[in-house]
Nanobody, 123 residues
Framework: QARLVESGGGLVQPGGSLRLSCSAS????????MFWHRHPPEKQEELVAS???????DYLHSVKGRFTISRDDAKDAFYLQMNNLTPEDTAVYYC?????????????????WGQGTQVTVSG
């Protein structure tokens, strides 16, 4: 009953910036927590950042001070501002959300995922 759509990925030079967006659509859901993940080539997926409905933020250590996660509750959207990018940030980035869905017989808390967007940092 919900779908996430990402945008904002692309190719940037080292030291550059990108802003990723994740927009949720559908009916009968309330977002509890939002996440950004990434999957570099030949490496395991890692959690990059998260933000709760109350605004608490957590970050992967290697992106602290460079990346910022934020929300726009009116639009059911959230963002990842990425500054001072390095080649080590190259990965497929995914957004996900933990949401309460009320379209069935009883409310249920579910996880939804975006399709992924490529971020390439190369100079």
């Amino acid at each position: 009953q919900a779908r996430l759509v990402e945008s904002g990925g692309g190719l940037v030079q080292p030291g550059g910036s990108l802003r990723l967006s994740c927009s949720a659509s559908g009916d009968n859901f309330t977002i509890y927590e939002m996440f950004w993940h990434r999957h570099p080539p030949e490496k395991q997926e890692e959690l990059v950042a998260s933000i709760t409905s109350g605004g608490r933020q957590d970050y992967l250590h290697s992106v602290k001070g460079r990346f910022t996660i934020s929300r726009d509750d009116a639009k059911d959207a959230f963002y990842l501002q990425m500054n001072n990018l390095t080649p080590e940030d190259t990965a497929v980035y995914y957004c996900s959300m933990d949401a309460l869905v009320q379209g069935g017989a009883f409310p249920r808390r579910s996880r939804f995922w975006g399709q992924g967007t490529q971020v390439t940092v190369s100079g």
